[in-house]
């Protein structure tokens, strides 16, 4: 079975940094793009940030371009996402997730087939 876990949440002032972690055990990571979503109380769950199997190619929600960053290491089965200039509305349980194909990290969450459990991100004003 494919398990992914995230780490790296926390409490953080606007305008602060954190980077999440996600690390998948289990079948092939390295085929597969992955994303992030993020979903806030009383909110639907929202894309963030996806990145294709092969390094370079990114897609991000345009409200965090240029303040998130997406990465991949797979050679330790790891996604990461780097997030700086940090605002109050970023707060939300994020997850990443694994897509069902190599060349999709887009934005539908239909698409991925397996989800971590989730990691609290809360940005202080």
């Known amino acids: 079975q494919v398990q992914l876990v995230e780490s790296g949440g926390g409490l953080v002032q606007a305008g602060g940094s954190l980077r999440l972690s996600c690390v998948v055990s289990?079948?092939?990571?390295?085929?597969?793009?992955m994303a992030w979503f993020r979903q806030a109380p009383g909110k639907e769950r929202e894309f963030v940030a996806g990145?294709?199997?092969?390094?370079?190619?990114?897609y991000y929600a345009d409200s965090v371009k240029g303040r998130f960053t997406i990465s991949r290491d797979n050679a330790k089965n790891t996604v990461y996402l780097q997030m700086n200039s940090l605002k109050p509305e970023d707060t939300a349980v994020y997850y990443c997730?694994?897509?069902?194909?190599?060349?999709?990290?887009?934005?539908?969450?239909?698409?991925?087939?397996?989800w971590g459990q989730g990691t609290q991100v809360t940005v202080s004003s």
């Open positions: 997730a694994r897509s069902a194909r190599s060349s999709y990290y887009g934005e539908r969450a239909d698409e991925y087939n397996y």
């Open positions: 990145i294709h199997w092969s390094v370079g190619k990114t």
């Open positions: 289990g079948r092939t990571f390295s085929s597969n793009a």
